[in-house]
């Protein structure tokens, strides 16, 4: 073998065993990193009372519910009041359309009690009344579950800080 292929040779070599070679990925795998073992969860459960009257809205609850929150469905707005009356039921926040605002304010008023809001708009431009005039964390009706999330964490923070 002459003096190029000896080099040739030890450069293939030092190569082969200075890398660390894996299969199918294996690199990209680090424990502890990147590797999620449930969908959602809540930092900071709350209880949750959300107007749902659709199957989409049914769903939503449902996943914020098996995200970590305590969340009770009420099909209509005026059914808000006899809930937050209901035996042990200090509910954090409310979660229904914007349209429905006024009568959630009314309805929490009847019952005395504390409740932060949060409001899910039906178009873009309802989206940023709502964020202006009630909670800058409103919601549309399009979004997705980890921005519902998101938005009931935030809501619950400050509703703790006040």
């Known amino acids: 073998m002459n003096k ?18 894996s299969a199918c990925g294996e690199s990209l795998y680090r424990v502890g990193k990147g590797v999620a073992y449930r969908d959602y969860s809540a930092p900071l459960p709350g209880k949750i009372l959300m107007v749902a009257d659709t199957d ?7 996943i914020i519910s098996s995200a970590g929150h305590d969340v009770h469905v009420v099909a209509s707005v005026d059914l808000i009041g006899a809930e937050i009356n209901g035996a042990d039921h200090n509910f ?17 008023a009847l019952a005395a009690a504390s409740v932060a809001y949060l409001p899910v ?23 997705r579950v980890k ?10 923070v400050e509703k703790t800080r006040a």
């Not at 292929?5 to 890398?19: E, F, I, P, R």
């Not at 989409?56 to 449902?62: D, I, Q, V």
């Not at 954090?92 to 929490?108: C, F, K, N, R």
């Open 92 to 108: 954090d926040l409310v979660i229904s359309m914007y349209g429905e605002y006024e009568t959630v304010q009314a309805q929490a």
């Open 56 to 62: 989409r809205g049914l769903a939503m609850a449902e």
């Open 147 to 156: 921005t519902y999330l998101r938005a009931i964490h935030k809501s619950l």
């Open 121 to 143: 708009a039906d178009s873009d431009s309802q989206e940023l009344a709502a964020a202006r005039a009630i909670n800058r964390h409103a919601l549309s009706s399009d979004d």
């Open 4 to 21: 190029r292929g000896l080099v040739l040779s030890a450069a293939a070599a030092a190569v082969l065993v200075s890398t660390h070679a």
